[in-house]
């Protein structure tokens, strides 16, 4: 204890003493408020898992109103017991195995100390449960104070804890020597005008949402280790016993978070390109990894450049790629930390065996590189909007992916537990379908209203909603508006969002505003509905007629949802004809008088409604072509039948 | 088939009580290729089994292109349906797809389809209820024909079809006690071994380990264990069968002591002879790595090539059989020890196997 207090000590000092060299934006501007600020020290002890921290926080009310409490998220509380509402809707809806998990690789966070204005504030904090009222969960901590922090001032607050770190939950936690640190210091939510702390518990289907501020974070960890972390690094100051600290310094971020293993590999690469700022990439990659490097790289360039060029600049002068250890046994060894992105670091994810025409590590790589915009930059609240940061992010991986990787990827399964790979070269990535993971939306396309805060969608389905619903209403509004446009609505989205905390409603009005029309009903089929939407082609009839043909063709709404459409004929002479529906009716019938017959009906033939859940429908043909497809894949099935026969008759 | 005497066995028996016999050993090489050669003696065998297998699927592969059609109705997407894989309509129709339906994906392309087989079978995976039925109908099948293909190559020459399917019928009873308890041990291999194997031990070796190139090595000697369980199994029931039939056992308990014995006393050309067999397996599977058809491929081409795998298969298996009645044959065939007669006049099973044996030293 002794030790460690000097160490703090030290610290301490070295905090004080300079910001790390070449800390460019220390002389910038504030971009963000910095209303939340925080000075850390943390130790990571590796033979009891746990991290001793220190350090202040500072905090200005940037509201019209005072404050007169303080709330601090504990998040590693979900994982002290099962009891935890996390760990509850964990049981509910999603994959129970985390919540089987023994007691030594639970998780949690203590309050040592929490002193402000020279007061002792733990005597009257107490834990709360703002959304559900649980008793049992301890991840929000209440904290009265004795005066209120007005309008504009700032509290500093000294604080003291130590964090248990789990096996890993939730893209946090720690497996082998490698430890991926995350929502692991008391944070605070987010002080709204309305009087009230935005601080939800810890859920199963969220993420997380708080306030920029500068982080000026000092990790001791053992000698030897790497560490990677939010912020630019500064040199790493050894230290006695066996331990280095390393510290790192971010401005106008709203969180921190790091890494640290033994066994990173570090690559640093630099990007460049006209018009866009020049970012420093450091990627700290597993060893069995080693030839992947070069394919971390391009994706995070991709992102940089495409995200930048589209939306915005990347402000930052660094990027951190983790690339994180893959559990080898997920079931024992809990999820993957993989696939997270944290302000100026992300981690990204592959296996060992990763086929080069494969979608694996480009298209986590990109996904969790484009977070920095959508949710680094422009940082909604993803406990309540999570598609403003998720559904925005996958739409726009999908279209990076296309554009920079154009006609590469095939499908990938994974057989043998897991680790033989099986690129199937014929199934080629489809930018629409499964960029925009339609196949995993039509599923669960009703279970949830999306303007629904996020924390209350079905656990089971949340992502499928946040992430893919609004992907392809986004596809869609693209189809609908072109792209220029809709690359304007992003720009501008991305500019008056950045470095804020903007609505959905803003969104929506920025929409409306760029696109010089009126959204609203589009916004309210989609984004406010849980509607699913199928169209039909039903009934094509061509009857002889003195002049020709009557030609009549009926299209149906088979779901809820409406959106407008076009339904285009083909006649036997070739001469095509579009009618504009506007989807409201259940039933539409058009007749048409010529001298040719019908012979093609399609409905929204260029596909602009991408949550069409049965494209199959939309059309029709005279000359069917059923059963000639019909007859390649049951043949083809027949083949893998008779396979199957085979191969466990071979027993008997 | 090797025929030399430098294994000496002294076998008491009633007319020679001192008489040191000098008896060929069989080997696992020479058992392997005349095995593979009655294999390819017996093309209507090998073609019958193919035929039942596709006649086996037909009703469901016929109920699937219901199904197809019925979703594709008359429309445009059917026309790229045609043409080729189109990824976004095959998960459209597994969506709203049932039963048999579900089981159309992408994973029956090529040679994706048989790595998730045997990919599946080895991570014990449960096959979906309609196909695990068919798997169930033709294992019976099997069952049935296994009879009368072990007599037929244990005869090594042409029998009719009825004496074929007499011996089915003689043996398929017996096949089936036999089916039940090599079925039991096979079940406790699934229900016990494969989780100890994939689940205790596994988690245990893994739970702190960090990097896949160990953890697939562990993976791949726990595949290698279970393997082994499954060949030692199989090769008991294997043995037994090629008994009951050679010897005309009709208890199958006796049969299946009869093949331990004679798997213990010479494990390792009988191990040599199943690693043989497998080999050949694989290299079928392998030509089939570079040959399996893509989806763009004409619809006789992929039928065709598909088929001929298929073929190649059978007659791995059936060279398999034949390789093991060969070397039992090898080893223990004498008038004494012999097929069952068949109703043919004027063969005498026992003449045959003498025949065969003697053809086989000269």
Not at chain 1, 55 to 81: C, E, K, M, Q, S
Request: hydrophobic fraction near 45%; glycine fraction near 8%.
């Amino acid at each position: 204890m002794r030790r460690r207090s000097s160490w703090t000590l030290i610290a301490a000092f070295l905090l004080l003493v300079a910001r790390p060299a070449g800390f460019a934006q220390d002389a910038a501007p504030a971009r963000s408020p910095r209303n939340a600020s925080y000075q850390l020290l943390a130790t990571l002890d590796p033979e009891s898992h746990t991290i001793h921290g220190s350090g202040r926080v500072i905090w200005r009310n940037i509201t019209t109103v005072p404050a007169n409490d303080l709330r601090f998220h504990l998040y590693w509380n979900a994982w002290r017991d099962a009891n935890s509402s996390w760990m509850r809707e964990q049981r509910l809806g999603r994959s129970s195995a985390l919540t089987r998990r023994p007691a030594d690789q639970s998780g949690s966070i203590e309050i040592i100390s929490m002193v402000a204005r020279g007061t002792d504030l733990r005597p009257k904090a107490t834990f709360v449960a703002p959304d559900d009222g649980n008793a049992d969960d301890r991840t929000v901590l209440s904290v009265p104070l004795d005066r209120p922090v007005l309008p504009g001032e700032t509290i500093d607050i000294d604080i003291a804890w130590t964090s248990r770190v789990p096996v890993t939950f939730a893209r946090t936690g720690r497996l082998g020597q490698y430890y991926f640190i995350a929502q692991w210091f008391p944070k605070l939510g987010v002080f709204q005008n309305n009087g009230e702390w935005n601080a939800h518990q810890f859920h199963a289907a969220t993420e997380f949402f708080s306030d920029f501020g500068t982080y000026d974070v000092a990790l001791t960890v053992p000698k030897g280790w790497t560490v990677g972390a939010t912020g630019v690094a500064s040199p790493v100051l050894p230290g006695a016993e066996g331990q280095d600290t390393h510290r790192f310094v971010a401005d106008d971020v709203h969180d921190f978070a790091w890494t640290t293993s033994p066994n990173f590999v570090e690559h640093v690469e630099r990007f460049e390109h006209p018009g866009l700022p020049p970012v420093t990439m450091r990627l700290l990659l597993q060893r069995e990894h080693a030839k992947q490097a070069e394919r971390h790289f391009v994706a995070t360039r991709a992102a940089l450049r495409y995200y930048g060029e589209w939306f915005g600049p990347y402000p930052y002068s660094h990027i951190t790629i983790v690339d994180p250890v893959t559990p080898v046994n997920p079931d024992e060894q809990g999820g993957s930390t993989g696939g997270m992105e944290y302000p100026m670091l992300f981690t990204a994810g592959t296996r060992n065996w990763a086929p080069l025409d494969g979608s694996q590590p480009e298209s986590v790589t990109i996904h969790e590189a484009g977070h920095q915009f959508w949710y680094g930059i422009v940082a909604t609240n993803e406990f309540e909007h999570a598609w403003m940061d998720e559904g925005l992010n996958t739409y726009a991986t999908a279209r990076v992916i296309d554009e920079a990787l154009p006609n590469k990827f095939v499908t990938v399964e994974r057989y043998f537990g897991g680790f033989v790979p099986w690129a199937f070269t014929d199934v080629r990535w489809s930018r629409a379908i499964d960029g925009n993971r339609l196949n995993a939306y039509r599923p669960v396309a009703t279970y949830d209203t999306q303007s629904t805060p996020t924390w209350r969608y079905w656990p089971g389905s949340a992502s499928q909603i946040s992430y893919n619903k609004t992907a392809l209403w986004l596809a869609t509004l693209e189809r609908y508006l072109g792209w220029e446009t809709m690359q304007r609505v992003l720009a501008t989205h991305f500019s008056r969002g950045a470095f804020r905390h903007p609505t959905p409603e803003e969104f929506f009005a920025i929409a409306s505003e760029v696109a010089g029309a009126d959204l609203t009903w589009f916004f309210d089929a989609t984004v406010r509905s849980s509607a699913a939407f199928d169209y039909a082609v039903t009934q094509v009839t061509n009857t002889p007629a003195a002049d020709g043909f009557e030609s009549v063709v009926v299209v149906r709404r088979l779901q809820d949802g409406v959106f407008p459409l076009t339904i285009k004929r083909t006649y036997a002479d070739g001469t095509t004809d579009m009618t504009a529906w506007d989807g409201q009716n259940r039933w539409e019938a058009i007749v048409d008088h010529g001298p040719s017959p019908i012979v093609r009906v399609e409905v929204d033939p260029n596909r602009i409604l991408m949550l069409d859940l049965n494209y199959t429908n939309n059309s029709w043909t005279a000359t069917p072509q059923a059963p000639a497809a019909a007859r390649r894949w049951s043949l083809r099935w027949m083949g893998w039948l008779q396979e199957v026969m085979l191969t466990y008759a071979f027993f008997s | 088939m090797k025929t030399t005497s430098e294994v000496v066995s002294a076998k008491p028996g009633p007319e020679t009580t001192s008489e040191v016999v000098f008896t060929p050993r069989a080997t696992a090489l020479g058992a392997f290729l005349e095995g593979w050669r009655r294999a390819l003696a017996a093309p209507a065998i090998t073609l019958g089994v193919l035929a039942a297998l596709f006649l086996m699927a037909l009703p469901l592969g016929l109920a699937l292109r219901g199904m197809l059609v019925e979703h594709l109705g008359p429309s445009v997407v059917a026309e790229r349906a045609a043409w080729g894989w189109e990824a976004g309509w095959a998960a459209e129709f597994a969506a709203q797809a049932q039963g048999l339906g579900r089981t159309f994906t992408h994973e029956i392309l090529g040679f994706g389809g048989t790595l998730s087989i045997i990919g599946g079978f080895f991570d014990a995976k449960p096959l979906p209820p309609v196909v695990a039925g068919a798997a169930a109908a033709y294992a019976v099948l099997w069952i049935f024909l296994s009879g009368g293909i072990l007599d037929r190559f244990a005869r090594a020459r042409p029998v009719r079809t009825a004496a074929f399917f007499a011996s089915c019928g003689v043996f398929f009873w017996r096949f089936l006690r036999l089916g039940v308890m090599v079925g039991a041990a096979y079940w406790a291999l699934f229900a016990w071994l494969h989780p100890f194997l994939f689940g205790t031990l596994w988690n245990s070796w893994t739970a702190g380990m960090t990097t896949e190139r160990e953890a697939m090595a562990v993976r791949a000697g726990l595949y290698l264990v279970f393997a082994l369980a499954l060949a030692l199994v199989s090769l008991i029931a294997d043995y037994a069968k090629v008994r009951a039939v050679v010897e005309d056992r009709r208890s199958m308990i006796s049969a299946l002591g009869a093949s331990m014995r004679f798997l213990r006393r010479r494990p390792f050309r009988v191990f040599g002879l199943y690693l043989l067999s497998a080999l050949a397996s694989i290299v079928v599977v392998r030509v089939w790595f570079t040959a399996a058809p893509s989806a763009w491929a004409s619809v006789p081409v992929a039928f065709l090539l598909t088929q001929v795998y298929l073929l190649f298969r059978v007659w791995a298996k059936l060279a398999w059989m034949a390789g093991e009645v060969v070397f039992f044959q090898g080893e223990l065939a004498h008038a004494t020890y012999t097929a069952a007669p068949l109703q043919m006049w004027p063969d005498s099973p026992a003449a045959e196997a003498i025949e065969n044996l003697v053809s086989r030293t000269r």
